[in-house]
């Protein structure tokens, strides 16, 4: 490709000037990723699992494969799980907690499917310092919840992600798992080079994050969290996890990633075409936090400058990608011009192959952390290379269809407008135990059994978002 350049040197030195920059920063991410270093275990936690954490798991139609995953939570010992569902799905769904523990696992209800309303649900029933959000097939080994709560030694950090690799559904996975697996294991470098950067992250994967409960807590989180509109109109359900992650950094909290074997989830993936529209779902609610994060909070331009850039590069990824085919199409088509009458030497043949080469070279270097646990899946890195091509188009369209708020690949979620008026109008003054679950952070309680705790009012007093 470099004899191009005698045909028409001006075009493609600014190419390959791109091209560089691109790769420059890919390979800085690949040495911060190297370099990232998980933190260590203490010798004297201040958070112990049977006393701090509350796992929180809004569903509304978890199968069999909830009872692994709930053993998997069981495993590390938290001091009680809240499922939370709609009022519908009590039954089956009690029914299934009852089957695995009984005295650790509680059910609890709202009116309509609603993610952020079960959740915010759950909080007010939490009454331990840390609670943990899981999907409901998220599994987890048993260290993952010690190596999450030694992140929160720092008083600083309000919110703690982790590493994550696919579950599939069957006995092997289809290409639609592996196509997750791969997008998997690149976000697992990036997001470990960004905490080791500048120690944030563009986004605390809501399949299994942990925060303080005194953050959640706050009224003005919750009437944000499940009043949360695009454009002021469009109310959204999805997108929980990045509206968390910006609320840890507009109001001035640490967050950290454990990105270690210890503390490595599985989570299962749509094994057929579904897993499209998962990932446009994901793609709004990106398009919708970035911006968000860019051009109206602005506090991540300070708070995680390598984050924000990383950001911006997203907003115009799809079309410098796309950029990549519509110049080899034109240089083929300029070469099936003779040169003196302004066509390129190169035959058409000589190009697209040399493209190809090096898309599956390029490629297959991004991979590597992915196939060298799973060298057998090299056979799909052409499938991912087509994907690519159709997620920049798929971004592009994302980015035009930001109105449609729907969940799209589970059935029962209504509109989140109705859901979140019933949840309003639902009292919560019954009877003490849910008027006690209900009160504002700056009337809660921790428990004061702990002697190797500090005092409440420190968590108030350190609440950067509390006045």
């Known amino acids: 490709m470099l004899r191009l350049t005698s045909d028409h040197f001006p075009v493609f030195v600014p190419l390959g ?17 190297f370099t990232y270093r998980p933190i260590p275990l203490p010798e004297n936690p201040t958070y112990l699992a049977e006393e701090d954490v509350t796992i929180i798991v809004p569903t509304i139609d ?4 909830f009872k692994e995953a709930a053993h998997s939570w069981l495993s590390g010992k938290p001091k009680e799980i809240l499922i939370v569902t709609e009022e519908k799905m009590l039954g089956p769904l009690q029914a299934l907690a009852d089957s695995v523990d009984p005295t650790r696992i509680r059910v609890l209800t709202v009116p309509y499917a609603n993610k952020r309303l079960q959740m915010a649900h759950g909080i007010r029933h939490t009454r331990t310092d840390i609670i943990v959000f899981a999907d409901d097939d998220a599994i987890w080994p048993p260290t993952l919840l010690p190596y999450v709560l030694a992140c929160f030694e720092d008083q600083r950090v309000g919110g703690v992600g982790t590493g994550q690799r696919v579950q599939p559904v069957g006995t092997r996975m289809t290409v639609w798992e592996v196509l997750a697996a791969f997008r998997l294991s690149i976000r697992n470098v990036e997001i470990a080079a960004s905490t080791h950067i ?19 807590k706050d009224p003005e989180f919750l009437h944000g969290f499940t009043h949360d509109y695009w454009l002021g109109k469009y109310q959204l359900n999805s997108g929980d996890d990045k509206f968390l992650t910006r609320w840890m950094v507009s109001h001035g909290w640490a967050t950290y990633v454990q990105c270690c074997k210890e ?15 998962q990932v446009l779902r994901w793609t709004r609610n990106t398009w919708r936090s970035d911006m968000r994060s860019l051009f109206t909070e602005r506090h991540v331009w300070t ?6 850039y990383t950001m911006v590069d997203k907003l115009f990824n799809p079309f410098t990608l796309l950029a990549g085919p519509a110049l080899v199409i034109y240089v083929m088509y300029k070469g099936t011009i003779p040169v003196l009458e302004g066509g390129y030497h190169l035959p058409p043949w000589n190009v697209i192959v040399s493209y190809l080469v090096w898309l ?16 057998q899946d090299v056979i799909y890195v052409p499938a991912f290379i087509v994907f690519g091509y159709y997620f920049s188009i798929m971004k ?11 969940w799209g690949t589970r059935a029962g ?27 504002p952070v700056r009337s809660y309680a921790f428990p004061s059994s702990r002697s190797h705790k500090q005092d409440d009012s420190f968590y108030l007093r350190s609440d950067p978002g509390y006045a």
Not at 20 to 31: D, S
Not at 263 to 277: Q, V, Y
Not at 396 to 406: C, Q, S, V
């Open 17 to 33: 000037v791109i091209g560089f920059y691109r790769y420059l920063w890919f390979f800085i991410r690949i040495a911060a990723a």
């Open 62 to 65: 978890a199968g069999e494969e």
């Open 198 to 216: 500048d120690g944030g992250i563009p986004c605390l994967s809501g399949r299994t994050a942990a925060y303080r409960t005194v953050i959640l």
């Open 263 to 277: 503390a490595e989830l599985l989570s299962t993936m749509k094994p057929d075409w579904r897993f499209l529209k």
């Open 303 to 308: 708070a995680h400058p390598y984050v924000a």
């Open 360 to 375: 599956l070279a390029t490629r297959t270097m991004k991979l590597l952390p992915h196939l060298y646990y799973r060298p």
């Open 396 to 406: 592009i369209y994302a980015l035009f269809t930001l109105h449609k708020t729907g």
């Open 413 to 439: 979620i209504g509109d989140p407008t109705a859901a979140t008026a019933a949840a309003d109008k639902r009292p919560s003054n019954c009877d003490p135990e849910k008027q006690a679950a209900s009160s």
